[in-house]
């Protein structure tokens, strides 16, 4: 039996993000690298394929007995069922549809109207020091300031109600992965840090009863308390 | 046949690839082709499982299901294909500047389609409001994306998608024999505006939402009644049809005897985790694109394209008709 649960949540910018935009267009003065934008609104978003990236190798490594990573097709068995597969692979000997679909993430309408007034993006200066003669070359970065939240959305398709489970808590370990490690550029420097709260899972067209709907946004509930910096 | 009209509206970017099949990934299209619909409609079907996929070919098969391309709407504008068909008083050969004008319309708004269709030398078709009403639909994006696979250096490539203008989507026709029919289509289409429709889905793009399908024969607005008019009208000089469509192979000499049209390549992968080990691609074919005029109506085909896979891949070409008189 089929189903599909759409998994929602507020997603917190707590330190400066830099998701990369093209800069095809560099007008004189313009910032070097700016973020990515919505075409029509001009305000920051977040591509579903930077969160899917960014997920899907954190749990691939999680899950991984060696160091470096394999192709993703031969990624273990609890990732490549929730992201897909592309070739059958000695790991994963059939192709695996994807269980989750990833959505753009938008700000935040109530928070939109706050951050107008200061804006929502800053430029932030940074220099590259020469070792050799201390020669500065500096450069600007936009980022997303911190303080920004963002619309998450997931669906996820339940297709073998036995995982539904198992899957949601490798879901729930990536997303607390996520929480430690960082979205988008520089994240070594201390970009990027978010936070995921507010976690809702909705059941759209379901063959589970709601107190398991409720047990999965338990499990995805437990992200919230393994936040490792409250701003 | 019972029609009815739904308004798709975009949550996100809609990625679809060209229909020259080149630089696909990084090119994006406004227009949905009827047959990418039907087969994205498939793909949910599947998930609900073998009886549903019967029961969602089977439709196609008897014809108790067809829709349109997903074509543009802006409010309560919509926009159908320019018809293929030549006439000198529509295309002034004379001016060189109109004439690359016409070149660039791609869609005739409903509200100025008679007057397209009717334009004489005296009262010529006004080439300059059609592209006003048609500007803007659509922000075209070029998305710089890179894959990091951990192994490799990282791979920078490009996905073309576009954004909807406020009030702008795109609307599906629908045609259904039956209310189980209609009932099916709603339900694979509710399950498609979540997990979205076009490339990159799962990745972020495609994501919609549709307002109450409008039953168009119990419609009072004027631009529904004019457009089920069309639908309706079985004794027109040309058929200019809506979607896209291939007359079967015994028709294909009558219905394209002094008929108008453009090809238009139909290509893509087949999405099936079952098919084969991976992922193929479909067996191209070439198809009238919407906007053909014939004389005569033809039924059109539902094509196989398995090439030894585990599955029958269909693609579903019936035409819709809209009857016009010149």
């Keep these: ?231 | 046949m019972k029609y009815y009209l739904y308004r798709l509206n975009f949550l996100t970017a809609l990625h679809i690839g060209n229909d020259s099949g080149l630089d696909n990934l990084a090119s994006a299209e406004i227009t949905i082709h009827s047959d990418t619909v039907y087969s994205a409609l498939c793909t949910e079907a599947v998930l609900y499982g073998q009886d549903t996929l019967n029961r969602w070919v089977d439709l196609a098969k008897n014809v108790q299901i067809l829709f349109s391309d997903a074509l543009p709407f802006r409010e309560n504008e919509y926009f159908l294909p320019k018809p293929a068909f030549r006439k000198q008083s529509v295309h002034p050969l004379s001016n060189p500047k109109d004439r690359k004008l016409m070149k660039k319309l791609s869609f005739i708004p409903l509200s100025m389609f008679h007057e397209y269709l009717s334009a004489s030398d005296s009262t010529p078709f006004d080439i300059r409001r059609a592209l006003s009403l048609q500007k803007d639909l659509v922000f075209p994006v070029k998305r710089q994306c890179v894959a990091i696979s951990g192994q490799e250096a990282t791979l920078p490539y490009f996905v073309g998608s576009v954004y909807f203008n406020d009030n702008c989507g795109l609307y599906l026709i629908v045609g259904a024999e039956t209310e189980d029919a209609k009932k099916l289509f709603e339900k694979l289409l509710s399950s498609l505006s979540y997990n979205g429709i076009g490339g990159k889905r799962s990745a972020g793009l495609g994501k919609f939402r549709y307002d109450e399908p409008i039953a168009m024969e119990t419609s009072k607005d004027p631009s529904i009644c004019t457009l089920l008019e069309l639908l309706l009208n079985r004794n027109a000089d040309y058929y200019i049809t809506l979607n896209t469509s291939l007359p079967k192979e015994e028709e294909m000499e009558e219905a394209l005897t002094d008929g108008h049209f453009v090809l238009c390549r139909r290509g893509g992968f087949i999405q099936s985790t079952k098919y084969a080990a991976e992922f193929q691609k479909k067996k191209t074919v070439y198809a009238l694109a919407p906007g053909t005029c014939v004389e005569r109506t033809y039924s059109g085909e539902f094509l196989d394209l398995a090439q030894g896979g585990a599955h029958p891949v269909y693609r579903y070409l019936k035409p819709m008709f809209a009857g016009v008189n010149v």
């Excluded at chain 1, 189903?3 to 830099?18: S, Y």
């Excluded at chain 1, 370990?173 to 909705?202: C, E, I, P, S, W």
């Design chain 1, 1 to 231: 039996m089929y189903g599909k649960l759409k998994i929602t949540a507020d997603l917190h910018v707590l330190t400066g993000m830099h998701i990369g935009g093209s800069n095809e267009f560099s007008a004189i003065g313009a910032v070097d690298s700016p973020v990515i934008k919505d075409a029509i609104t001009q305000q920051p978003i977040i591509p579903g394929s930077s969160l899917k990236g960014k997920l899907r190798t954190l749990m691939a490594r999680n899950l991984s007995d060696s160091y470096r990573l394999k192709e993703p097709n031969e990624d273990p068995a609890e990732v490549a069922r929730l992201f897909g597969t592309s070739k059958a692979t000695e790991q994963n000997p059939k192709l695996l549809p994807t269980r989750l679909q990833f959505c753009d993430c938008f700000l935040k309408e109530e928070n939109e109207k706050l951050l107008k007034e200061v804006g929502t993006t800053e430029v932030k200066y940074e220099n590259t020091i020469s070792r050799m003669c201390g020669i500065a070359n500096p450069r600007q970065i936009e980022r997303v300031i911190r303080g920004t939240i963002f619309d998450f959305c997931l669906v996820y398709d339940v297709m073998n109600e036995q995982e539904v489970k198992e899957d949601f808590q490798n879901l729930a370990n990536g997303f607390k992965l996520l929480q430690m490690d960082y979205l988008g550029g520089h994240g070594t420097r201390g970009y990027g840090k978010v936070a995921f709260r507010n976690f809702a899972v909705q059941a759209i067209e379901s063959c589970l009863d709601p107190n398991t709907v409720q047990e999965l946004s338990e499990i995805l509930k437990e992200v919230e308390d393994s936040e490792v910096l409250s701003v």
